[in-house]
Structure formats: structure tokens, C-alpha cells
């Protein structure tokens, strides 16, 4: 758990959950986070691993992400009702005692990734995107050009806050939609694309 006295250091960007979380790009990371820690800190105090820290970040409110929680809200909602609590009451209990998990905790259940992804104006699946090859395996589960194996292949240290999966899920998404004005390498990976305006079009 983050220390109380610790404070964010940017703007939430969501960005970082697709590009980490949701492209499986963890489960092949190879940077311990002790290559960049100050050498006066106990690395016996800090995880190794980048997700670690964007886990923390998301329970404590810093980090954005989708979906938050391991149930649907609507469901949480009804749940509550049945329980006759309030929503609030009901998922600081069940947080508690761990029947209701955070979703950035088990990245690889299926209850826990996202199935559709509306991209407007923006290539994220060719040069936008960081990750390029991860995405097209791990999102879209088509022909892709991953080359190393992941942390548990190569015997790698893995996160401590996430449930590790033996096999990552791939093919995540089952609808991508595109709105864009050219047909760029993500409207080629698309199931729909819709056109939209460009400046001098308005």
C-alpha cells in the first residue's frame, strides 16, 4: 500500500493502463525499477516491477483506469441493494475482505480487460501506439511480431500485486471502431471505420 505522505507526481494519463496494462507489454518488461533508485534507498522496501507501482497508483486514486473494479458497477449496485447498503459502504467492505477486487490486480481474467475500443483521429495501432507488436498479439490476437518471451519463460521478476497467469490472454477486444479521415495501419486493423471531418473540412 502507498505510504499516506506520498503525493502524484503528474496528471492522471489513461493512456498508461492500454499501453501497460490492457497490451500485456508487463509480462515481457525487463527493467527492474532498483536500475533507476537512488543508491541511498533500501531496495528491500521497493518492488521490481513498473506495474507494481501503476497498481498502487490506481487504489490510491492517482491513475485512472477501466474497469476498476473485477464486477460490473451495475451489478455491484444490485448487490448492494441485496446486502441493503449503501454502494459506498458495500465496496469499502468488500474490498476489505477481498471478495471484490481491483481489476488492474488480475490483468489476464477475462472479466478484467476491455472488449471495445473506439479510436478517433489517432493511428494508436501503428505509430501512435508505443507497443506496437504487443497490441496487435495481446488486443487483437492477429499476426504480430513479438520476439521475446515473457516474464515467466525467461524466469524474470514478476509483479507482487498482480496475479501472474501462466498464459497471457490474447485477442482481448472483439470490436475496434475507427474514426478517422485516412485510412492509417488502425483503420486497417478495424472492424468498423467511420470518416470523419479534418480542419479544412469544417
Known amino acids: 500500500r502507498l505510504r499516506p505522505r506520498l503525493e502524484p507526481s503528474a496528471a492522471p494519463d489513461e493512456r498508461h493502463q492500454l499501453l501497460l496494462h490492457h497490451s500485456s507489454q508487463w509480462r515481457h518488461e525487463k527493467m527492474s525499477i532498483h536500475e533507476v533508485l537512488s543508491p541511498l534507498a533500501d531496495k528491500s522496501q521497493f518492488p521490481e516491477h513498473m506495474l507494481d507501482y501503476h497498481i498502487r497508483a490506481e487504489r490510491a486514486g492517482w491513475l485512472p483506469s477501466a474497469p476498476q473494479l473485477n464486477r460490473n458497477p451495475l451489478q455491484i449496485c444490485r448487490d448492494a441493494e441485496a446486502a441493503g447498503m449503501s454502494p459506498v459502504d458495500y465496496v469499502t467492505q468488500s474490498l476489505k475482505d477481498g471478495s471484490l477486487k481491483f481489476a488492474c490486480e488480475q490483468p489476464d481474467n477475462p ?17 501512435s501506439g508505443k507497443g506496437h507488436e504487443y497490441m496487435l498479439k495481446y ?14 519463460k525467461r524466469d524474470g521478476f514478476k509483479p507482487l500485486e498482480a496475479e501472474w497467469q501462466d498464459e497471457g490472454a490474447i485477442g482481448k477486444l472483439d470490436l475496434v471502431t475507427t474514426l478517422d479521415f485516412r485510412m492509417s495501419s488502425t483503420c486497417v486493423y478495424s472492424d468498423i471505420v467511420l470518416p470523419t471531418a479534418t480542419w479544412y473540412e469544417k
Open 139 to 152: 488486443l487483437l490476437g492477429t499476426k504480430n511480431g513479438v520476439m521475446n518471451e515473457d516474464l515467466g
Open 111 to 127: 472479466d478484467n480487460f476491455p472488449r471495445n475500443m473506439f479510436v478517433w483521429r489517432s493511428n494508436l495501432l501503428g505509430s
